[in-house]
DNA sequence: CATAGGATTTGCT
DNA sequence: GCAAATCCTATGC
């Protein structure tokens, strides 16, 4: 599912009006078997989503203050979901970045990140679980027909060392090849 | 109940 | 390149 999302667009229904971006980058996390992922500790209050139904929204605070878009991927009862690293922007870009609040910053970077993003789509942990196949106010769409499948690279997790090898190493980033709002560069 | 640390970003050196 | 910001989760006693 992480390179499957590449391509694909994010969305967001706001009072201020329609936000959204194309997915360009995304990291895969398992289940209590990978010690990179937050499923590592088991079914808990704050998990409970990684372990729900596929399609819904995990949304977690890092650090204190930066908020995190995921999207689970396994069946009802198995962890498992894709951080949405990295968007484009190209719906409503004036209003991200205003939300993002550095009105001098590239259009192509203000999803670049994955805080980054939930900033300028005003995605927070009020919409932690909710289902993201239902539309507004947050979905993800296919991306326009005809579009051409995009490049993909891949590498290892980003801030992940504490997991121990095999997981600090294994390559379940992805990325479009070469992509100007990538978080920061793929090794080559 | 106390404490260590994090799937990040920013600003300063 | 490095460290601070800042809160909540998970873990240990």
Not at 137 to 156: F, I, M, R
Request: hydrophobic share 35%; proline share 10%; charged share 20%.
């Amino acid at each position: 599912m992480a390179p499957a999302l590449l391509g694909r667009r994010l969305l967001r229904r706001t009072p201020e009006g329609l936000l959204g971006g194309t997915i360009v980058e995304t990291e895969a996390y398992g289940g209590p078997e990978d010690r990179a992922s937050h499923a590592r500790a088991g079914l808990t209050r704050r998990t409970r989503p990684m372990f729900g139904p596929p399609g819904h929204a995990y949304i977690y605070l890092v650090y204190g203050q930066h908020w995190c878009f995921n999207i689970v991927t396994e069946e009802d009862g198995v962890a498992g979901a894709v951080l949405v690293r990295a968007i484009a922007p190209d719906v409503g870009i004036e209003e991200q970045r205003r939300r993002r609040g550095r009105s001098h910053d590239p259009v192509a970077r203000l999803g670049a990140g994955p805080a980054r993003l939930c900033q300028a789509l005003a995605i927070d942990g009020g919409l932690d679980g909710i289902d993201l196949t239902l539309g507004p106010p947050l979905w993800v769409a296919d991306a326009a027909p005809g579009t051409p499948p995009p490049a993909v690279v891949c590498g290892p997790r980003v801030g992940v060392g504490y997991a121990g090898e095999p997981w600090t190493s294994i390559p379940h980033r992805f990325g479009i090849e070469g992509h100007g709002s990538l978080s920061r560069p793929f090794a080559t």
